[in-house]
């Protein structure tokens, strides 16, 4: 049987060097696709994906073209937006990929809620940024207005901040399995997935304006789809000790004890590889013996065969 893989994609994956329009990030999304459609061969594939620069896009058109006729989108919504701009630019790809060689596979994304807790502690203290940058007196103005919550962010200006809750589960996951069963590459938890939390009257769903880390989701994802590896495709080919100094040193095979001690150690940062790690630990450490890997798109088939980037064991 093929080994069932989650890989998580950076959002930052589909614009290497800043790239905007549709067409140059789907010109790179087709390097992504042709790895994806050669690993099919030995591999059950689910793809999870960032959506950093393209939901703050997204709202940013929201935020400058709402009127009282068409007001802007919510950030939960727009984050439905963006899993249906970026899986439709991945399956293309994909299914291009397999065109080249005259084959064909089924591909599906699914638009993805993901639950979290109302009473997650994140709530209480908003840090992510989104959206575009104001001057003080317009962010605060706005936040009066939209019942935001602004800071100012690294000298650059004010912005619009958010909760970033844990996942605690996914709506989609039995589809997501079946779809699997039946031989589909899928697409799923984009951007962390649509943050939603169920009603206390009659369990219902409802969305809230929050972003959810989507290495934190994808392995959530790996956990329920009871996937054997799972991988956080970022922009290096290795977790780095030290990183951009010149004493930086690479860390290969690890077990997940040792790069605890890292994480105590402070070597990684919040919001950049810490999320990764983390993700890639929890996964590693169940009873089951799973494997989390991190490395770069380039390196992806090498890690998967034990050569390259950074293999987190239990």
């Not at 459609?37 to 709202?59: C, D, F, R, T």
């Not at 104001?134 to 935001?148: D, F, I, Q, T, V």
């Amino acid at each position: 049987m093929k080994k069932r893989i989650v890989l998580a994609l950076g959002g930052n994956a589909l614009q290497k060097n800043g790239e905007a329009t549709a067409e140059a990030q789907k010109k790179i999304a087709t390097s992504v696709g042709e790895v994806i459609a050669e690993l099919s061969n030995k591999y059950e594939i689910i793809i999870a994906h960032g959506n950093g620069p393209q939901v703050g896009n997204i709202l940013i058109h929201e935020e400058q073209a709402s009127t009282d006729q068409a007001p802007a989108m919510p950030l939960e919504t727009a984050v439905a937006m963006s899993q249906g701009q970026i899986g439709y630019w991945l399956t293309q790809a994909i299914n291009n990929a397999f065109a080249a060689h005259g084959k064909t596979k089924k591909i599906a994304t699914v638009i993805s809620q993901v639950v979290v807790s109302p009473s997650d502690p994140a709530f209480k203290n908003p840090t992510k940024p989104i959206g575009q940058f104001y001057s003080e007196k317009e962010a605060k103005k706005l936040a009066r207005a939209n019942h935001w919550t602004v800071k100012e962010d690294s000298g650059r200006g004010w912005r619009r901040v958010v909760a970033s809750p844990k996942p605690i589960d996914i709506v989609e996951k039995k589809t997501i399995i079946e779809l699997v069963k039946d031989g589909v590459i899928v697409i799923a938890a984009g951007g962390g997935g649509i943050p939603v939390v169920r009603t206390k009257v009659l369990r219902h769903l409802k969305g809230i304006d929050a972003v959810i880390d989507k290495d934190y989701a994808a392995e959530k994802l790996a956990e329920l789809v009871k996937a054997d590896i799972f991988i956080s495709v970022t922009a290096v080919p290795n977790v780095f000790v030290d990183y951009g100094t010149p004493d930086q040193t690479a860390i290969y095979k690890i077990p997940a004890a040792n790069i605890k001690k890292l994480i105590q150690l402070d070597y990684f940062k919040p919001g950049s590889m810490l999320p990764k790690v983390e993700a890639a630990i929890k996964f590693a450490s169940h009873k089951s013996h799973k494997t989390g890997i991190i490395t770069d798109i380039d390196h992806l088939k090498d890690a998967l065969a034990g050569k390259a980037g950074t293999i987190i064991t239990s």
